[in-house]
């Protein structure tokens, strides 16, 4: 089945230290996107690529940095996770700018 | 600033029965709305659309209403089924915003009672 697929499901990580989350998919969508969703609140969007091209929300932190080598894959790097960067932070595609975004299952994050 | 709000955290309701979900929005230049369900250990899974030009949309159990005056948009199941229990997220976007950018409420969690 074509799908969004999110690896690892949950990472431990500690302050301070990089990690990385990775994101694949198997639609060949141009778009891709992460976002970052805290407990009990709403999804928010980090960024996005339309093909190689990035887009960075403006009031998300340097902290927080992407790469897309492929169609395929994306990655979301944390530079120096923070213990407010806990969360779960979803990957989605869209074959579109304007067409239905659809979303991995998620890595929930812990900074100890 | 919270452009998109479902001002209910939890809903319950009986097998049978109908579920009404509310959301609110303040951005006029909204003009495509989406509803997506998120069960748990799973991302949100799209549902159901509404564009600004049409003031319903249904799908089998489930149908949108968007009332623009109000900017209140709404999801209504029936009947509700307990495979329904999980989180409603309710979304918007502009066509003029870049990327396909969705600005999420924060959740309804619906329980629906055998």
């Known amino acids: 089945d074509a799908m969004v697929i999110q690896n690892p499901r949950y990472q431990v990580t500690q302050f301070g230290k990089p990690v990385t989350l990775s994101c694949s998919q198997t639609l060949n969508h141009n778009v891709m996107y992460w976002y970052q969703q805290k407990s009990s609140q709403a999804p928010k969007l980090l960024f996005h690529y339309y093909d190689k091209d990035f887009n960075n929300e403006a009031d998300t932190p340097d902290n927080f940095q992407s790469r897309r080598p492929n169609t395929s894959f994306c990655f979301l790097d944390i530079r120096s996770p923070g213990l407010g960067d806990a969360a779960m932070y979803l990957c989605?595609?869209?074959?579109?700018?304007?067409?239905?975004?659809?979303f991995g299952p998620g890595t929930r994050l812990l900074v100890l | 600033d919270q452009q998109v709000k479902q001002n209910s955290p939890s809903l319950s309701v009986q097998e049978g029965r109908i579920s009404i979900l509310n959301c609110d929005y303040t951005?006029?230049?909204?003009?495509?709305f989406l509803w997506y369900k998120k069960y748990p250990a799973e991302g949100p899974t799209f549902l159901i659309s509404?564009?600004?030009?049409?003031d319903k949309n249904e799908d089998g159990r489930f149908t949108v209403f968007l009332n623009k005056s109000a900017k209140h948009l709404s999801l209504h199941i029936v009947p509700s089924q307990p495979g329904d229990s999980a989180v409603y997220f309710c979304?918007?976007?502009?066509?003029?915003?870049?990327?396909?950018?969705?600005?999420f409420g924060g959740g309804t969690r619906v329980l629906v009672k055998p």
């Open positions: 951005n006029s230049m909204f003009d495509y």
């Open positions: 989605a595609t869209s074959r579109g700018t304007q067409e239905t975004q659809y």
């Open positions: 979304a918007a976007r502009s066509i003029k915003a870049a990327g396909n950018k969705l600005t």
């Open positions: 509404i564009s600004s030009i049409k």
